[in-house]
Each structure stands twice: as structure tokens, then as C-alpha cells.
């Protein structure tokens, strides 16, 4: 009888402990799912400000080349445009 006792105590410990890593397993489980999913989102950031930046630096880097032709050809800045005026009368307005 005692030896019966014993076994069930043994039994119902080992339960105990087969439930106890049980759920720390799952609760590490969740942990790491919340974790991946976080991680998933800050990476799909980056490469949003990723795509973002590029666009910026491409057009950064071809108004530099611009600027370089544009100077290589002699090109001056102009500071003011001024229209011409054309009356409806003459022969250039037709």
C-alpha cells in the first residue's frame, strides 16, 4: 500500500512538472511570436525609409551632375526671367 502511494505521488509530481515546462513553453512561445512579429514590422520600415532615401539621393545625385554639365557647357545662373509682351495686332502673334 505504501509502495502504490508512493508510485501516484511520483505520477502526479510528474504530471505537475510535464505541466509546469508545458506552459513555460508556451508562454516563450508567445513571447517569441510577439518578438518576430515586432522585428517583421521595424524591418518593413527600414526598408520603406530604405526606398525612400534612395529616391532622395537619386535626385540629390543627378541635380549634382546637373550643376557639373551645366557649368562644364558654360552656362550662367539667371536671377530674374523677363517675358516679352506681344500685341494682338501683329504679324508674330498669328
Do not use: W
Request: charged content about 25%; glycine content about 2%; hydrophobic content about 45%.
Amino acid at each position: 500500500m505504501k509502495k502504490s502511494f508512493i508510485n501516484r505521488i511520483c505520477i502526479l509530481c510528474s504530471l505537475f512538472f510535464l505541466l509546469a515546462v508545458n506552459i513555460f513553453a508556451v508562454v516563450s512561445l508567445n513571447e517569441k511570436e510577439f518578438l518576430l512579429k515586432t522585428y517583421k514590422k521595424t524591418v518593413s520600415q527600414l526598408l520603406e525609409k530604405n526606398k525612400d532615401l534612395e529616391i532622395k539621393y537619386s535626385a540629390v545625385s543627378s541635380l549634382a551632375r546637373i550643376e557639373n554639365i551645366s557649368q562644364a557647357l558654360d552656362f550662367e545662373k539667371i536671377g530674374r526671367i523677363h517675358y516679352i509682351r506681344i500685341l494682338e495686332g501683329s504679324v508674330a502673334s498669328k
